[in-house]
């Protein structure tokens, strides 16, 4: 395994700025936007729930059908090279099939290992989370895991020379109807939660402002 060294991990942190203005005519190829989709696919979630879908936004009628309620992303809409829109999954509840496939896929398979797992997940959702009683809570819930998978899929693709930009400036509801009635998602099942736009910069984008680590870091 090749590993990194900190100079360079720091260098594409450093490099990588929200993108508005991706040039048209350069694509990303399908084996380093693979390799994206990958960094999401692989990311962490809580107890492995894995909450997420990435819809890849490719076709240009779909894309005119968001582009009058899609203001964070109107100048990249024609020119980003993929666009993509991560879903949360709806209604995860301790008790329900979507989580017992994950712990299947993890290798829970025994009935007393279920039993134990169902209850413990029970009382996380129940009394550490307080999200069981509450729709929207545990889609929430679901929620603050894609943007991990968000995270990491802007990071790597910095790391390779990759531009993107997180987006959340857009109408959610006429988003999830648009994607919904294009057959994409159950909406029953899975919402919008965030998107994000990949592609090559047309132009230098300005230095970042952030805090110093000093304001952001409290030590105990």
Not at 102 to 127: H, L, S
Not at 128 to 139: G, Q
Not at 149 to 167: E, F, K, Q, R, Y
Not at 205 to 212: D, E, G, H, M
Request: net charge neutral; proline share 3%.
């Amino acid at each position: 395994m090749t590993i990194l060294t900190t100079e360079q991990v720091l260098s594409a942190f450093k490099n990588r700025k929200s993108c508005r203005y991706y040039d048209p005519t350069r694509k990303i190829s399908e084996q380093d936007f693979h390799f994206i989709l990958e960094l999401g696919r692989l990311s962490p979630s809580s107890v492995g729930s894995e909450p997420w879908k990435f819809i890849v936004l490719q076709d240009p009628k779909l894309r005119e059908a968001i582009k009058p309620f899609s203001w964070g992303m109107a100048t990249a809409l024609d020119d980003a090279s993929h666009i993509v829109v991560i879903l949360a999954k709806k209604n995860a509840r301790y008790d329900s099939e979507f989580m017992l496939e994950g712990m299947k896929r993890r290798g829970v398979t025994e009935p007393e290992a279920i039993e134990k797992t169902i209850a413990k997940y029970k009382d996380f959702q129940t009394n550490e989370m307080k999200t069981l009683d509450n729709e929207r809570a545990l889609f929430d819930w679901c929620s603050k895991q894609t943007y991990i998978a968000l995270a990491n899929m802007m990071t790597g693709a910095a790391m390779v020379g990759i531009d993107s930009c997180p987006i959340e400036g857009f109408n959610y509801d006429k988003m999830n109807r648009v994607l919904a009635e294009a057959s994409l998602f159950d909406a029953n099942e899975w919402g919008v939660s965030v998107a994000v736009t990949f592609g090559y910069r047309t132009q230098e984008i300005a230095q970042k402002a952030r805090k110093s680590q000093e304001d952001v870091v409290i030590w105990a």
